[in-house]
């Protein structure tokens, strides 16, 4: 049963903590991407990867961090640097980011609220 | 200007209706377009992609593309209650360019 798979799917974070949400795919697909989505507003990309040990700022990486060790896995860590991290985080996996036939499809996503 | 437009709606058509979803772009180098269906507290889902001008047909969906025009529109024939969603507009030029996202436009269908 391919797909992508988040957790966890709610995440209550105190000021001043790290916390780590979990991506993994097995589509086989290369690129994966973190999007951060928040009521009224489109999605926006945190970070993505095209490969293996290779990721990417996107337009709103401040106070966020990702590896890419493993093809399947792409984590993201909201660090305390991230001053309003309360949203719903999406993560996302498609073949390529290379070409313009790349269909993005999107996990169950994880709600982040901050107490 | 915003990059991606959609009307947020909501866009409330009886049920049977052809429901359609209208988005606009401003890069004009854009080459791949998409329809992702989003149900309240649910992640985005793909439903079409269109790439060249014209009609794409699939099932009860038409996407349409003008790309003189910068738009792209969603047709959806014989709607139904549970076709109520936001339906999200994405971009994407050639390359390694990102997927730009539109705020989404909401659809209720009235039984």
């Known amino acids: 049963d391919g797909g992508i798979t988040q957790s966890p799917k709610y995440l209550f974070r105190k000021e001043g903590q790290n916390v780590t949400l979990s991506c993994e795919q097995n589509?086989?697909?290369?690129?994966m991407y973190w999007y951060r989505q928040d009521p009224g507003q489109g999605l926006r990309l945190i970070y993505y990867s095209q490969i293996v040990n290779d990721f990417q700022k996107g337009d709103i990486a401040e106070g966020y961090s990702v590896s890419r060790e493993k093809k399947e896995s792409f984590p993201l860590t909201v660090t305390s640097a991230q001053k309003n991290p309360t949203a719903f985080y999406l993560c996302a996996s498609s073949r390529t980011s290379r070409s313009s036939y790349n269909e993005q499809f999107f996990g169950p996503g994880t709600r982040l609220t901050v107490l | 200007q915003k990059e991606v437009e959609q009307n947020s709606g909501p866009l409330s058509v009886p049920e049977g209706a052809i429901a359609s979803l209208n988005c606009t772009y401003s890069?004009?180098?854009?080459?791949?377009f998409f329809w992702y269906r989003q149900y309240s507290g649910k992640s985005p889902e793909l439903i079409m992609s269109?790439?060249?001008?014209g009609d794409k047909e699939d099932g009860r969906f038409t996407a349409q593309l003008n790309k003189a025009s910068q738009y792209v529109s969603l047709l959806i024939r014989d709607s139904q209650p549970s076709d109520s969603a936001t339906y999200l507009c994405?971009?994407?030029?050639?390359?390694?360019?990102?997927?730009?996202f539109g705020t989404g436009t909401k659809l209720q269908v009235i039984p």
């Open positions: 890069d004009r180098v854009s080459q791949s």
């Open positions: 994405a971009v994407k030029a050639g390359g390694y360019q990102k997927v730009t």
């Open positions: 589509l086989n697909h290369d690129a």
């Open positions: 269109i790439y060249s001008n």
